[in-house]
């Protein structure tokens, strides 16, 4: 067994928070970038300062990457991918950039980010992430565990990644740029009201994070796997953000990205880091500053509509947006009633619970880890082909749960010999 998962408590965390939790760790970086002096200014100028930031922390990456590499960047019906795209073209020549999108058709992602690509003059490329349409197999997601080192919830988008790089033959030469830590930086992933406890913001993490109560052992504590002290002072770095980047940035996201010299981070690199930590809250939170240095790094990218407006422009009106919002629920529903269900628009991943129930190659990877995730007998409190039997039987939705223990599963199978 994965010796990271020593015993059922973790295992129970595994399955709950859908990534095992470790020590409390801060990269170098962002203890440096929270010691750093606060960022004052007025907005203007902070906008503008905002601005240059992202374009010379972007411009030094590039700087560090031979003259001849190809520079892939995920777009999506986002901010942050656009963000970088846009400082990208400033320091790389546009046939030496691809963009490419993993998702499926029908979604904001799939249709909004090849409008980035359009829009900035770039080739682009789908990933089309369906299984059927993408080489969802053992042996992968066994090579995606072995390579990630940590057990994370697998079927991501490092994955994609690896199959989209060997289906265009981008394997080699090639740098990748992944929005690590935008979300944070940019304040969006701050509660309303700062933790002024550490038992506070404890508390508020299991919250955010503690997503599958349900698959956890009677009895398991949540706050078991959540830091009993900050890492660094409240007055340097905020305690929802030292749990946020050191727990779930660190073992959620971090474990595809770290050790891997392909990987350009900018969000992780200076300057652009200390001045957006320490930013006031109040341009983080209450009326973030975000959104307008990116569009004056990008103004003609954000004429492109976003996920966050329902595709709509990035200066709609709110009435607007909520007329949108309306609109879809309403189609989504007739469709739904007349049989024919269409994937949300804002989903980045196929739909498992109705996958589970028609795509062969999914049921054919499925049912065999869970008879043998059974036999283990790992997770006594469960039943994984009971859960299985039921949601085919559409007498429950389980693909949550299912993914989760399947990705137990494979990560087991990878630590064997």
Known sequence: MNTTLRNESDVSAFLSYRYL????????????????????????????????????????????????????????????????????????????????????????????????????????????????????????????????????????????????????????????????????????RLPDTESETWERAQNVFVGDNYYFPDLAAPGYDPKEHVADEPALPRDVLNYDEQLDIGLRQRYYIGPDLFGRDEMAMPFHREPFLSFMLNLPREYRVDDPIYPEIGERVAPELYQVPTENTWGLSPDAPKTRVRMRIIRDMIETRVLSVLGWPRPSKHASHFDWNRELRRSDPLQELVEPALVSLKRRNIVPWLSPTEMYREHRAGKGDHGGHIQMLTSLEMIVQASEP
């Open 21 to 188: 939790p470790g020590k409390l760790e801060l990269s170098e970086r962002v203890v440096k970038a929270a010691h750093s002096d606060p960022t004052r200014g007025s907005r203007v100028e902070l906008i503008e300062r905002g601005a240059d930031a992202l374009r010379k922390t972007i411009s030094t990456i590039v700087a560090e990457c031979s003259n001849d590499v190809r520079h892939v960047v995920p777009l999506s019906g986002g901010l942050d991918s656009r963000n970088i795209l846009a400082a990208i073209l400033d320091n790389v020549p546009r046939e030496r950039i691809l963009g490419i999108t993993f998702g499926i058709p029908g979604t904001f992602d799939w249709e909004l980010g090849a409008r980035v690509a359009r829009a900035a003059g770039v080739d682009h490329r789908h990933i089309d992430v369906r299984p059927g349409e993408f080489d969802w197999s053992r042996e992968r997601l066994i090579s995606s565990a072995e390579d990630c080192g940590w057990p994370t919830k697998l079927f991501r988008n490092m994955d994609s990644l690896k199959g989209g790089f060997e289906q265009h033959e981008l394997t080699e030469n090639c740098v990748y740029w992944h929005g690590f830590l935008g979300g944070v930086v940019s304040g969006g």
